[in-house]
């Protein structure tokens, strides 16, 4: 599990809108391992702080929640929702010297955008601050459709992610008859090139037998896609015909060591005209994730037992790309170094699926 990243512990949803109060007003999540308490202050502003009380471990999410103060339901401490500092220790003489505002709840830096609350989980051993901007779906106009779906996984994070970027279940996992069926297996070459923290699937045209190809084949203009991999758990997906664009989010979440959720976020400007385009997107959308989330939950019954595993060229390449991605990650950590990235030029790869 990588820190000194931004994640996404809940969706803007799950939080729940307007100012709420008391205890209800806060939702916990697990990120990394790591306990969190979620909310909204009075205006509007989302905060996430873990969910522990410095003094003896209470869950603040069990406390009450003002819209600016959170009180420890145990011996009543107060801290302040947006830093985590104690304003309060009731217990104490009036002249104590103890000064409360130097005691602090953990506390993560917290966004909301997209659809979704974003907290920084900061490197060991850094300060809290973002030491990079919290990551945005690309969307490349004002008027869109916007749908968000989510799906946990019974894996560690690695297995996730290198679930996520396998070109060669499709025909096994994803077969329908709207999109293919395991007969039309076929060769593919596609061209990668290193990009900062990842690597691109270069500019293409999709696969004739690809459902976004025959769908954008009505507006007669070229389609071209291009998919991004970027640690710690990113994959972009753009799809352009003329004006017409479509891009999609999927984040791999790690939740605890072996627990991890998908989030699945996609924009699009195609097919406005279309009643119902949401709801058709999500009813696909839904399948299709569902298909990868009951395979590799058949998969985490197999890796119970920690089995021995391989990887193979060409199509396991890019889980190759992604551990060597994470190891020279670290390396850059520990050494202060510039990182250096596993590939060292473009590279094309050639798969059947
Ligand atoms: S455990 Fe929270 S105030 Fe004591
Ligand atoms: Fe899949």
Not at 90 to 111: T, Y
Not at 153 to 171: E, N, R, V
Not at 216 to 225: A, D, F, M, Q, S
Request: hydrophobic share 35%; charged share 20%; proline share 8%.
């Amino acid at each position: 599990m990588l820190r000194g990243f931004w994640y996404s512990p809940l969706r803007s949803d799950q939080l729940g809108r307007g100012r709420p109060r008391g205890r209800g007003a806060l939702k916990t999540a697990m990120l990394l391992g790591t306990p969190l308490v979620i909310g909204r202050d009075r205006e509007g502003r989302a905060f996430a702080m873990r969910d522990s009380c410095p003094h003896r471990g209470m869950p603040l999410s069990l406390g009450h929640f003002d819209g600016s103060e959170i009180q420890c339901h145990y011996h009543g401490w107060r801290f302040d929702a947006q830093t985590g500092q104690c304003r309060l220790i009731p217990s104490i003489p009036q002249d104590s010297k103890l000064n409360v505002e130097r005691i602090r709840a953990g506390h993560f830096a917290c966004e909301e955008h997209d659809g979704y609350v974003w907290v920084y989980v900061p490197y060991p051993g850094t300060r809290g601050e973002p030491e990079e901007p919290s990551p945005r779906l690309p969307v490349f106009g004002e008027h869109y459709t916007i749908a968000h779906l989510a799906a946990d996984l019974p894996l560690g994070i690695d297995h996730g992610i290198i679930g996520l970027m396998d070109p060669a279940h499709g025909p096994f996992v994803h077969q329908a008859w709207w999109w293919r069926s395991g007969s039309s297996i076929h060769e593919k070459q596609k061209h990668f090139e290193p990009i900062p923290l990842g690597f691109r699937m270069s500019a293409h045209a999709p696969s004739a037998n690809s459902a976004a190809y025959k769908l954008l084949g009505v507006y007669g203009e070229p389609v071209v896609t291009t998919i991004d991999f970027r640690l710690p758990n990113i994959r972009l997906e753009q799809i352009r015909c003329g004006n017409k664009w479509f891009s999609s989010r999927a984040m791999v979440t790690p939740v605890t060591g072996n627990t991890c959720r998908i989030d699945f976020c996609a924009a699009w400007n195609i097919f406005r005209h279309v009643p119902f385009m949401r709801s058709i997107f999500g009813l696909f959308g839904r399948m299709f994730i569902g298909q990868d989330t009951r395979t590799m939950t058949e998969q985490s019954l197999g890796l119970r037992y920690n089995p021995p595993l391989m990887l193979i060229d060409d199509a396991d390449r890019p889980a190759k790309w992604y551990f060597g991605l994470k190891q020279a990650y670290l390396r850059s950590r520990e050494t202060g170094q510039a990182m250096e990235h596993p590939m060292d030029g473009p590279v094309t790869l050639r798969w059947r699926s």
